[in-house]
């Protein structure tokens, strides 16, 4: 998926073929993992004004960030992953778009949270992520937080956490979900 057309045409194919490809609603490991992401996040900060979701898949997580916040913005590659998502969170005060994480389509400093829960890898080129990682921070506002996830790939987290490092982020927490019981759990089957 080195070319990024190739994957937003993946992704929506994806999403064409399987409502829900990854599960997120049945599997009891991905509702933990989002669980516990909005706990984390409600820890760090009791209320958020404006939220970004990126990569926001059928808005699973997206719901959980819903009360964490006065207005949320979740967005994804994929049209059917954003209809998805839509329907899901029906009732709540939240926007859905069809956008990509590359030339983000926000103003500047807009976001007191970003949430990017595995979009760094998936959608990115490595030679693009510090790009990337510039266009969220250029988004947030100057006190703002944002999550970065890459559960799946434990090896690669040093290099993940030194690329953050390197950007214009401040690191106030590292907190590895994969340790957790219910990820070893499910590793075993």
């Given at each position: 998926m080195n070319d990024p057309l190739k994957s937003i045409e993946y992704y929506q194919n994806l999403y064409s073929c399987q409502s829900e490809p990854w599960d997120y609603s049945r599997r009891g490991i991905?509702?933990?993992?989002?669980?516990?992401?909005?706990?984390?996040?409600?820890?760090?900060?009791?209320?958020y004004f404006r939220t970004l979701d990126i990569g926001c898949s059928g808005g699973q997580l997206t719901k959980k960030l819903?009360?964490?916040?006065?207005?949320t913005i979740a967005m994804d590659v994929s049209l059917g992953a954003v209809e998805s998502a839509a329907k899901r969170c029906q009732n709540a005060s939240a926007e859905f778009l069809v956008a990509g994480l590359m030339n983000l389509p926000f103003q500047r400093g807009v976001f007191d949270l970003i949430v990017a829960a595995d979009a760094i890898h998936e959608f990115v080129e490595e030679n693009r992520r510090p790009q990337?990682?510039?266009?969220?921070?250029?988004?947030?506002?100057?006190?703002?937080?944002?999550?970065?996830?890459?559960y799946l790939r434990p090896q690669k987290a040093p290099k993940f956490i030194a690329l953050i490092k390197k950007s214009r982020f401040h690191i106030l927490k590292i907190e590895p979900l994969y340790d957790r019981a219910w990820y070893q759990f499910e590793s075993w089957f």
């Open positions: 991905e509702i933990l993992r989002h669980q516990s992401i909005a706990k984390l996040l409600s820890e760090i900060k009791s209320h819903i009360p964490l916040s006065r207005h990337a990682l510039a266009e969220i921070y250029e988004a947030l506002t100057p006190n703002g937080h944002v999550l970065f996830t890459d």
